[in-house]
């Protein structure tokens, strides 16, 4: 029997698919149960990464009426004709597109990873718009920060251990992700020596 493909599993498969292309190795797959533990011990570094949203809510709505007025204005030339009832729909779904198209980005964009080291242990956690928690953990000495100079996307950072390999912050703009690998460096640097 075949397994079934949902949305959620052919957005991964394409992520997978361009990591390896960028060079990378397989990207780790979600864990989760009894090695996920609480633990009540503070990390060493921890850091919470999420995609940059420039536009408000009271951004989106100003944005959103100066656009429909936009839209309407070459409508008042020709209201109460026929043209105007021709050109009517086609205002309105370029209207909706453009509504459709911000409140999809934003939901794309509730995305948020925590990267956390402690002297025994590694883990990331990303939380994915669809409300999948992804999860990997590995020991700091077998863990390896890469960053991808000559990949598709600029300074690709990825995470090595456990026999798997995961992206980090590929939402965040270059300059932050080589930033962010230095600091991941001297954070399991002071892991391992402690």
């Keep these: 029997m075949g397994q079934a493909v949902t949305g959620a599993s052919l957005i991964a498969l394409a992520a997978q698919i361009e990591h390896q292309a960028a060079g990378g190795r ?11 533990r609480v633990r009540r011990d ?15 809510a009271p951004g989106l709505k100003w944005f959103l009426g100066i656009s429909a007025v936009f839209l309407a204005f070459p ?13 009517l729909p086609f205002m309105a779904l370029a209207f909706w597109g453009i509504w459709y198209a911000i409140r999809r980005n934003a939901r794309d964009l509730q995305i948020s990873e925590v990267l956390s080291i402690w002297r025994d242990e590694v883990r990331v956690e990303r939380k994915e718009p669809t409300g999948r928690i992804r999860r990997w953990q590995a020991v700091p000495r077998d863990v390896r920060v890469r960053i991808y100079g000559d990949a598709k996307v600029e300074d690709y950072l990825t995470l090595t251990g456990a026999g798997r390999e995961i992206e980090l912050g590929a939402f965040l703009a ?21």
Excluded: N
């Excluded at 397989?26 to 996920?36: F, K, T």
């Excluded at 270059?174 to 402690?194: D, K, M, Y």
């Design 42 to 56: 503070r990390p060493i570094f921890e850091v919470e990464l999420w995609p940059h949203q420039s536009l408000t």
């Design 75 to 87: 409508l008042l030339g020709i209201l109460g004709t026929f043209a105007f009832w021709g050109l």
């Design 174 to 194: 270059p300059e932050e992700r080589v930033s962010l690998s230095q600091e991941v460096e001297a954070a399991l640097t002071r892991a391992v020596r402690a």
């Design 26 to 36: 397989p990207l780790a797959a979600a864990i989760s149960g009894p090695d996920w």
